[in-house]
C-alpha cells in the first residue's frame, strides 16, 4: 500500500505556479474558444498558398498556451509556447481595472479585462480574449476590496487619525498662540518708548 500523497493538489492543474501557504485559487482561464476566428478567417482561404497554415497555427497554439489566474493575492498571467512567461502583479499595487469588447465579443461573450498599478506606466497586466470580461472585472474588484478590509484599517479608523493629528496641531498651534502673546505683553512693558514730544 503506498503512503497518502502530500504533494498540493493544485501543483498538477498549475504545474506553472508556485502559490504561497495561505492562498488559494479563486478563478482560472484561458483565452475563448471564438478568439482565434479572425485568425481563421485569414488563415485558411492563405493555407492554398501555405501561408496560412502557420497563422492558423500559431493562433491556436498561442491559445493553448495562455493561462490567466486570479488568486486571493494576486493576479497571474502565463503564455509561451516554446518558452515561458509569468507575470504577477499583488492586489496591493492595482490601481484601477477596465474591460473591453471588440465586435465579436460583444457578440460571442469574450472581451480583454486590464489592469493598472500603481507607479505604472498604463495597462501593466491583461487578461486577453476571457468569457465573461464583466464578471472577471468583478472578481478582480471583490478581491481589492476584500484585501482593503483585511488589513484592519477600515476608512473610518483613517479618518478618526487624521482627525485626532489635526486637534493635535490646533493645540499645539493654540498654546504657540498663547506663549507669543505673553512674551509681546512683556517685551512691551519693558520697552523704553521715546518721547514724542518735541
Known amino acids: 500500500m503506498s503512503p497518502p500523497s ?14 504561497d ?7 482560472s482561464g484561458i483565452p475563448h474558444v471564438l478568439s482565434i476566428v479572425p485568425a481563421l478567417v485569414v488563415g485558411v482561404p492563405l493555407s492554398l498558398i501555405l501561408v496560412g ?17 486570479l488568486t486571493t493575492d494576486a493576479l497571474y498571467k502565463k503564455r509561451g509556447i516554446l518558452s515561458r512567461d509569468v507575470k504577477r502583479i499583488g492586489f496591493e499595487k ?3 481595472t477596465s474591460y473591453t469588447q471588440d465586435f465579436l465579443g460583444t457578440r460571442f461573450g469574450y472581451g480583454t479585462v486590464e489592469i493598472s498599478t500603481a507607479g505604472g506606466a498604463g495597462v501593466e497586466l ?7 470580461p464583466k464578471r472577471v472585472q468583478e472578481l478582480v474588484n471583490e478581491r481589492i476590496r ?3 478590509r483585511g488589513d484592519g484599517e477600515t476608512k473610518s479608523d483613517v479618518l478618526s487619525d487624521v482627525l485626532a493629528e489635526l486637534r493635535a496641531i490646533r493645540a499645539a498651534v493654540e498654546a504657540d498662540d498663547g506663549a507669543t502673546d505673553t512674551a ?5 512693558d519693558t520697552f523704553d518708548y521715546p518721547d514724542s514730544e518735541e
Open 184 to 188: 509681546v505683553a512683556e517685551a512691551a
Open 53 to 69: 497554415i502557420p497563422i492558423v497555427v500559431s493562433a491556436y497554439l498561442g491559445r493553448k498556451n495562455t493561462e490567466y489566474v
Open 6 to 19: 502530500t504533494a498540493d493538489p493544485r501543483s498538477d492543474e498549475f504545474d506553472w505556479l508556485t502559490l
Open 126 to 132: 491583461s487578461f486577453d480574449d476571457v468569457p465573461d
Open 94 to 96: 492595482v490601481q484601477d
Open 146 to 148: 476584500a484585501r482593503g
Open 21 to 27: 501557504p495561505d492562498e488559494e485559487v479563486v478563478w
